[in-house]
C-alpha cells in the first residue's frame, strides 16, 4: 500500500525565500547472504555499505571490503558507486565501479546481495532560504535542509547527536546549535573522546583532585566548567564502556558528586557527534543503547562534500577569506576542484587552500596539479611522493611544499606501524606529548583502526 503524502513545515528565524522539496525514503536491505534481512531505511542522501562500524549498513560477510559501496541520492537519481573494494561490486552480472540504480536493482557484493528500492511518494518538506549556519556554508538541498533542522534544534534545549564523516564539520555545527540557542552566552567546552581514558575520565568530566602547590585540590570537570552554556563531545563513540556507563548516569540525574559527598547541579546541553555508525556499534555490543537514546534525543547528519560539489565554489570563496595569506580562485581551479573527490571533506578543502595560498606567496602556479589526476588510495594508507614525477613536473619550491605537506601523514603513519599501534610507544618514539600525538593523527586523518586494517591487508 503507497504511503501517504506527508508534508512538513519549518519555520526559520532568517528572512529569506522558502522551498519546497521532495525528500524521498528509499530502502538498501540485504536480500541474500550472511546478513539477510539487515536493511536501512532513510531519507538521508548517502548510504555506504561495508564491513566498517561506520558504514551506515554493516555486513559480516568475510568477502565484503569494510567500506565497500554507497548509494547516493543525486538529481539524476540514485548513483551506485565502489569505494575500492578487493571484490568488486556487480550490476546485472557486470562489474561496475560507478553506475545509476532503479527502484528494485539488485546489487551483488561477495557473498552478498542487495535491493535498492525508493519509496513511491515522497515527503514534501520546506526548507529555509539560508545560505550558511554560523561557520557552515552551502546553499544545495542538502545543506539547506541541514541549516533548518539546525536552527530548529537550536531553539529547543535537547541533546543532539552530529554525525558525519571526519572534515564535515561536526564542531562547526554544534558551535553554531550554541550560538543560535539561549545558552549563547553560557560557555562552550569541548571535550575530545579520543583523548579520555577509563583512569581520567572521573577528573576531568565530574571533577576530582590534583596536586598542587604542596597539596591536594578540587578540580572542576567540564560538566561544571560548561554550567549554563553547552558542552561538545567530539566522537563520543570513542569513549570507553566503563566511561559510557558513568555519563549516562550524569546525564539521568543531571549531578557530578564532590568531595564534600554534595553532589552538584548540572546545567549543560550536551552536543555529541560521531564519524560511527553507533546503532551499529549498539548492537555489537561496543556501545549502550540507554547512552544512545541519551544522546540522540535530536539527529542530524552532515553530508560529505562530494555528495553537494555545488556547494564547493561558495565554501572555497568562504574558506578563502579565513586564510592568512591571499589565494586565486579562478573559474578553471573552481572546476578541478569539482572533479576530485575530496576524502577529507571540508577540512582537506581547507588544507589544500592553505596550501596553494602559500605556495602563490612563493610565486608557484601550478599548486593544483595533484587534484588533475587524484589516485584513489585505501583509507589508513600513507601518501608516497614519487620525486622523481615531482622533479620533471614541479620548480624546485613548490616539489619542496608538496613534500612537506605529505610529511607529517607519512611520518605518523610509519611511526604507529612501526611501535605496534601502541599511543604509549609512540610518545616515546615521537617525543611528542600524549594529546598532541592525538591532535596531529585526527588533523592528518589517520584513525589507529584504519592503521591497523591496512596493516593487515598488507601482511
Partial sequence: ??????????????????????????????????DKGKKVKTQDGLVRVGSDSACDLVLTDATVSRRHLEVERTARGLMLRDTGSRNGTFLDGRQVVQAYLTSGDKVELGKTKLSVKVAPRPTEVDVAGAESFGA???????????????????????????????????????????????????????????LISEEKAERELFGGLRAGDGEDREARGVFEAARGGTLFMDEVGELPLPVQGKLLRVLETREVPSLDGQPVAVDVRVIASTHRNLEEDVRQGRFRADLYFRLAVARVRLPPLRTRRDDLPALAQALAQTLRASITLTPQTLALFEGYEWPGNVRELRNVL????????????????FLAQPSRRAEGQPPTTQVATLVGTLPYHEAKDRVLADFERLYFAEVMKTVGFDMKAAEQRTGLSMQSLYRLLKKNGLRLKDLKNAEGLEK
Fill in 1 to 34: 500500500m503507497d504511503r501517504p503524502e506527508v508534508t512538513q513545515t519549518t519555520q526559520t528565524e532568517q528572512e529569506g525565500r522558502t522551498t519546497r522539496i521532495p525528500i524521498p525514503e528509499w530502502t538498501v536491505e540485504v536480500v541474500a547472504g550472511p
Fill in 136 to 194: 557552515l556554508v552551502g546553499a544545495s538541498e542538502k545543506m539547506r535542509w541541514v541549516f533548518t533542522e539546525l536552527r530548529r534544534i537550536a531553539r529547543e534545549d535537547m541533546s543532539l547527536l552530529v554525525e558525519g564523516e571526519t572534515g564535515t564539520g561536526k564542531e562547526l555545527a554544534a558551535r553554531a546549535v550554541h550560538q543560535h540557542s539561549a545558552r549563547r552566552h553560557g560557555p562552550f567546552k569541548v571535550v575530545d573522546c579520543n
Fill in 354 to 369: 592553505e596550501r596553494g595560498a602559500l605556495m602563490e606567496e612563493t610565486g608557484n602556479s601550478s599548486w593544483l596539479d
